[in-house]
């Protein structure tokens, strides 16, 4: 008789590890037990040795597919007198180190039940299973047991319970477990809150969309608005409403199929539509059967199928159809989730609400990705990925970071685990800070760790600062820094590397706006070696919502009284404007001076007639870029490389000739091509110089920041650097924006506390 215990940390919880392991060892003849713990699964089992040994092989070969072992420890222990296998209740005592189960898009079995006119569970829109299901949104406490969920509303029936008790059964312990004698219901609601007399709630639903009417629907981790996606008007009515008039929406459709019909999809695209986490995906939209308002002036849109059991029932009665699915939330608000204020905020909004009363107590938005030169590109790392640890590259336990101050999240560190927060949004008012608090409160309680080192960015207007009360120390870390620490944590990079960090703001040791920049250095330190010469931003952030404003403030300073002939010209209606803004940088009034990335972009699609007032984050440079073929390699134009202690880039030459094409009418398109190949061949010639001059240095490239994005600028600047024989490194499991700021604060703090 042999035996051993086993210890397994990882995300083993909620996703019906303890049936597999039941399963598994009755397969193999062995008794012992499994057990949930405060530290993940612990697993005694005894019987033929040989047996014993292909149980441990298999446990990690054959693991459910939610699940994700991070570490297996296994020790030789004394035989005892146990006879059979069995599951025994959970253990809530002890240091948590658990991984918390995250969400996950309803699996085809359960589909394929919820189909079946011979099943209990037919048209039922809450199935689940071990397999798939709410998580993360409901729970309460851990380890993850039914009382400790909004599941405990619920009193099992019979029928699910004895599927629930039964190890054979795909529902053993799944805590979500539900039938529609048992478990939520789904009810549809008038504008003013009052429920419709109807026995289907969802078929009318659907014939509600069809007529063109705007419906809340509560899905797993807040509430969608939503709209026939092929009906202008409607669209048209939900972005006035909502006060959203160009930003794009996404779609949701029965399947690829069905998308197929409105964009391309590419293989890889394919597979995260329909992989667990079941994201929002970017891609090549084509013309003509979607509403020309869903995404206006864009080539691409973002589309997602059904997750939930409710969603696939919606597209049951409307399965050629496509939907509207954006997060309900009022502009600049956090996501809603709570009934009574979805009521309220979208009042005047959603013509009608379909709900159920099963509690949402975490709220988390859609994830949104993209494929960008054949890897991974997170825009938004939420629901179906938060809160899954990533493995640090050493202890991190006591850490806190907390991100910046648009596309916010926090970074807790426990032992050698990091855990990315939600998607918070943008710290621009109340609300959405005490839902950063609340989010952030909630995951320190389930994580059981000290407070020991708050991280924070060196900018000293950011709200962040008011949450690091009870920590013994506080470290700031520069902006650009933590966006090239997240890419090296990321991918356990230790030793020294370039940093090429593009975005649109990062405050810098000079009281200057950074984004443009050449770093050389590793996690805990990094040298400022190039970045793009500063030009005025006359009153700081108006800049930013009127990228006309930057432009002009760019052909003063560069060019003075040609500039403001220049600006006139392409700026005729602004001739007053101007002469103030002159006035401005002349005297140094209200003036912030800044070199990034995203500015001039701004400035360029302004420059260009493309976007002279943005709607939304990010509108200008994203709009710019949609005019590129990234097939293409463009002929770049002039610019400088200025050698001093710091290298400058200016960018003069370029901006005379784009205005010289804009005056001449040159296609848009082709400005737009030229000026992206610019970028890539102005930091190509800084950083090869700087190599050049240093040849014991790395080889090694960390490309950061939100620019990043931008499909032409990866592409290119990542084939080109290859060329040159660099190695280069991008974000690929978390935003390159400052969603995966707080990671790269905690990666700061953790290398600097070993140094």
Known sequence: MYAVNISIRGRVQGVGFRPFVYQLAHEYHLAGMVQNNMDGVRITAQGVKANVQQFLLELQSKAPRLSRIHNITVVNTEPT?????????????GTSSLVIPIDSAVCDDCLQEMNDKANFRYEYPFINCTQCGPRYTIIEELPYDRPYTVMKNFAMCSDCQREYEDPTNRRHHAQPIACPACGPKVTLLD?????????????????????????????????????????????????????????????????????????????AERNLLKSPEAPIVIVKKKEGKLAGNIAPNMKTVGVMLPYTPLHHLLFKYNENGCFVMTSANPSGMPILYKDNEALTYLDGIADYFLVHNRDILHPVDDSVVQVNDGRLDFFRRARGYVPDPFAASYDVSGMVAFGGQQK??????????????????????VETMSH??????????????????AVIDTHPGYVTRQLIEGFHRV????????HMAACMEEHHLTGKAYGVILDGTGYGFDGNIWGFEIFYGDASSAERLAHLQYTPLP????????????????????????????????FPDKEKEIHILKKMIENHI???????????????????GITEIVSYDGEAAILLSELVDETCVYEPYSYEYIEDELVTIQMKAMIKEIVCDVLAGEEAANISGRFHETVVQSILTAIEKIASAQPERSKAVILGGGSLHNRYLRKRLREELVKRKFTVYVPELMPCNDGGLSYGQLAVAAAKRRA
């Not at 926090?410 to 008012?429: A, C």
């Not at 950063?436 to 080192?453: G, S, V």
């Not at 001076?593 to 420059?607: H, M, P």
């Open 81 to 93: 007198d146990a006879t059979e296998f069995i599951i025994i209740d959970s253990e809530r005592m």
């Open 191 to 267: 504008q003013h809150g009052h429920r419709l007399e109807t026995n289907q709630p969802i078929q009318q639903a659907v014939r509600l969309i069809q007529a063109g009417h705007i419906l809340a629907i509560k899905g797993l981790g807040g509430y969608h608005l939503c709209c026939d996606a092929t009906n202008e008007q409607a669209v048209g009515l939900l972005r006035k409403r909502k006060k959203r008039p160009a930003r794009p929406l996404a779609v949701m459709a029965a399947s690829v199929l069905a998308i197929d019909t409105f964009a391309y999809v590419n293989e």
């Open 408 to 429: 916010t999240t926090f970074t807790i560190g426990r032992n050698e685990q990091i855990f990315l927060g939600p998607h918070i949004g943008d710290l621009e008012n």
């Open 436 to 453: 950063y608090r609340q989010e952030y409160n909630h995951l320190m309680k389930w994580m059981d760790t000290k407070q020991d080192i």
């Open 475 to 482: 470290l700031e870390v520069q902006h650009h820094h933590a």
């Open 539 to 570: 009153g700081g952030e108006v800049c930013i919502r009127e990228p006309w404003r930057n432009a002009v403030a760019m052909l003063l300073f560069l060019f003075g009284e040609e500039g403001e002939s220049l600006a006139i010209l392409l």
């Open 590 to 608: 209200n003036i912030i001076q800044a070199g990034t990335c995203g500015r001039l972009f701004d400035a360029v699609s302004a420059l260009c």
